[in-house]
C-alpha cells in the first residue's frame, strides 16, 4: 500500500518542472557509490618510491628536469646541469616531552616516538624535508647573454636560491 502511495507521488510529481533534474541527480549519486575508489596501493607505493631515493638520485632528478625546462627555451640546442645540495633529507620525529619541576629549576626529558612497522619499531616521522640546493651550474653552447639570463631567472623560479648561485656558461 505505501509503495502506492509512493509511485502514484512520483507520477504526480514528474509532470513538475525540475523533476527530471532530481532523477538525473540520484541516479548519479548512485552510480558514484558504486564505482571503486581507486587504486590505494599504487598511490601509497608511488609516495614509497619518492621517500625512497637517495640524495644523489633526488640531485640526478632535479638536473633531468632542469634541462628538459631549459630545452623548452627556444635558442637552446644542448646544456647540461649540475646541482650540488646544500645538504641531505633531514627529518622531524614525534617525540613525547616530560617536564619535571626542581629546585633547580625546570628539567625537560624528550624521548622519541617510536611506531611498529614491518621491520619492527621504527621513529615516528611527522615531517620530511627535502634536501637544500647549494648552486646550480648550467653549461649551454652559443647561448645569447638574453638565453643566460633567461636561464638564470628559471633556475631562480625552480629551485627558489638567489641568482649568484646560478652559474650559466657558453
Not at 26 to 43: F, N, S, T
Not at 82 to 111: P, V
Amino acid at each position: 500500500m505505501q509503495s502506492d502511495n509512493l509511485l502514484k507521488k512520483i507520477k504526480a510529481a514528474s509532470g513538475k518542472k525540475g523533476f527530471s533534474f532530481i532523477i538525473v541527480g540520484i541516479v548519479a549519486a548512485v552510480v558514484l557509490l558504486l564505482l571503486p575508489a581507486g587504486d590505494k596501493e599504487a598511490a601509497e607505493s608511488a609516495s614509497e618510491d619518492a621517500r625512497a631515493l637517495t640524495s644523489a638520485e633526488y640531485c640526478a632528478l632535479l638536473e633531468q628536469k632542469a634541462e628538459r625546462l631549459i630545452y623548452e627555451l627556444p635558442e637552446v640546442k644542448s646544456c647540461s646541469v649540475f646541482i650540488t645540495l646544500e645538504s641531505g633529507y633531514s627529518y622531524i620525529y614525534a617525540t613525547d616531552q616530560h617536564i619535571n619541576e626542581t629546585d633547580q629549576g625546570k628539567q625537560t626529558d624528550k624521548t622519541i616516538v617510536l611506531a611498529d612497522g614491518e621491520n619492527g619499531e621504527l621513529p615516528l616521522v611527522i615531517e620530511e624535508k627535502m634536501p637544500k640546493i647549494a648552486g646550480v651550474a648550467v653549461v649551454c653552447g652559443k647561448a645569447s647573454y638574453e638565453t643566460q639570463y633567461r636561464i638564470i631567472e628559471l633556475m631562480c623560479a625552480l629551485f627558489d636560491i638567489k641568482s649568484n648561485r646560478i652559474s650559466v656558461q657558453t
